[in-house]
């Protein structure tokens, strides 16, 4: 099993930034990738962008891209998403989720989930 809980969450201005966590443990010589997604109010999860472990290799959604960027510190099995530029479209529950395969949009592609963290910004 993996672990994974993110952090970072809060309410800022538009036009901040916010730096997302997400900390895995447990079995995470498993992961082979990290994804990120969100979920508005009264909206489907959707994809931010996703990092492979080793390499690495990232991937961000049209929607994000230019703004976010996704990192990883493996001496700390810690993956970030350094949110700039937000606007009150970026408010949603951030979720990391984890799989043994290469990124993917999907979420029944992944197997371990975070709890999420609520991300809130102020016009």
């Known amino acids: 099993q993996v672990q994974l809980v993110e952090s970072g969450g809060g309410l800022v201005q538009s036009g901040g930034s916010l730096r997302l966590s997400c900390a895995a443990s447990?079995?995470?010589?498993?992961?082979?990738?990290m994804g990120w997604f969100r979920q508005a109010p009264g909206k489907e999860r959707v994809f931010v962008g996703g990092i492979t472990w080793r390499g690495p290799t990232t991937y961000l959604a049209n929607s994000v891209k230019g703004r976010f960027t996704i990192s990883r510190d493996i001496a700390k099995n810690t993956v970030y998403l350094q949110m700039n530029s937000l606007n009150p479209e970026d408010t949603a529950v951030y979720y990391c989720a984890a799989r043994s395969g290469g990124i993917s949009d999907q979420q029944h592609d992944y197997s371990y989930w975070g709890q999420g963290t609520q991300v809130t910004v102020s016009s």
């Open positions: 447990g079995r995470t010589f498993s992961i082979y990738a």
